[in-house]
């Protein structure tokens, strides 16, 4: 399997491609699970080339604590690929290779969709994945990049950048993969005690609970309950509920029939960050 760590080599594999094709890109920052392999097969059923990019971007971390713990294993990474499909090009590099010199982000107005949830508590966060995303969409150019709806909020983004950008890549969403007891899949996970995963079960329980009183009640009294049984647990902290339009990410004032809504939440288990979210109709 091609393993790809310069923008260079990667250009060459890509002109030496024969047409026509049809080329996918999966961005991920590796430690690779169930989420990801579900991006990446949707990819390859729909693309003849695959390009999945393994990258931990350092200037979308507003926590260096949280990027020093990012879990990092390429060789375990590099075998799920495999088994998936040796065609697939792994493309791997360092900070250097992607940022020189200039370890910065770009800054982006994404219509306000950067203030709420994530940006408001990750300063920067939006403008890092930003600067990376319009960095691999440019030098891969591929005809679709998908991306996982567990990070709902960065999917509307990357949506708004290409649609801002005019590029002409197809930007494809895919379902969160949850783990058995319906924990949403993220590589965090792994730094979970064995105990508190199990507990973290609690977490989409509570946003199921409020996807079924959403159907009768106004979105102030469900984020408040929601609130209300955080309270009561002691193995999490509530950073945010938040139940928003879906394209416009702002908060519901009175509910209208022909809008889509969604909860959001974020939630501190130990020093672990998990986020979740659920379409509510
Ligand atoms: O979702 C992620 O893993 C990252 O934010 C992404 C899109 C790969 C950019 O670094």
């Given at each position: 399997m091609p393993l790809i760590r310069t923008e260079k080599e990667l250009r060459k594999q890509l002109l030496a491609l024969t047409e026509p094709t049809s080329l996918g890109l999966v961005p991920t920052m590796g430690a690779l699970h169930q989420g990801h392999a579900a991006l990446v097969e949707k990819a390859v059923e729909e693309n003849n080339t695959v390009v999945v990019s393994i990258f931990v971007n350092p200037t979308q971390f507003n926590n260096q604590e949280d990027l020093k713990k990012y879990p990092q294993d390429l060789t375990s990474d590099v075998s799920m690929l495999e088994a998936i499909s040796p065609k697939i090009i792994v493309f791997a590099p360092s900070v250097e290779e992607m940022y020189q010199t200039n370890v910065s982000a770009k800054s982006y107005d994404f219509d306000g969709l950067e203030n709420v949830m994530e940006g408001a508590f990750r300063e920067g966060h939006f403008n890092g994945v930003g600067t990376i995303v319009e960095a691999l969409l440019r030098l891969v150019s591929p005809n679709r990049a998908y991306f996982g709806e567990k990070d709902f909020q960065q999917l509307q983004i990357i949506k708004k950048l290409v649609a801002s950008l005019s590029l002409p890549i197809e930007i494809v969403g895919c379902p969160i993969v949850r783990e058995p007891n319906g924990l949403a899949m993220s590589s965090r996970n792994e730094r979970l005690t064995k105990d508190l995963r199990n507990e973290a079960s609690f977490i989409y329980n509570t946003l199921i609970k409020a996807k079924n009183k959403f159907g009768t009640k106004s979105a102030n009294y469900v984020q408040?309950?929601?609130?209300?049984?955080?309270?009561?647990n002691p193995h999490f902290e509530l950073e945010y509920i938040k139940i928003t339009d879906v394209d416009t990410l702002s908060p519901v004032k009175k509910k209208q029939r022909n809008k889509k809504y969604r909860a959001f939440i974020?939630?501190?288990?130990?020093?672990?960050?998990l986020i979740d979210n659920i379409a509510l109709n």
């Open positions: 408040e309950w929601v609130s209300n049984q955080f309270k009561k974020a939630v501190y288990a130990d020093n672990v960050r």
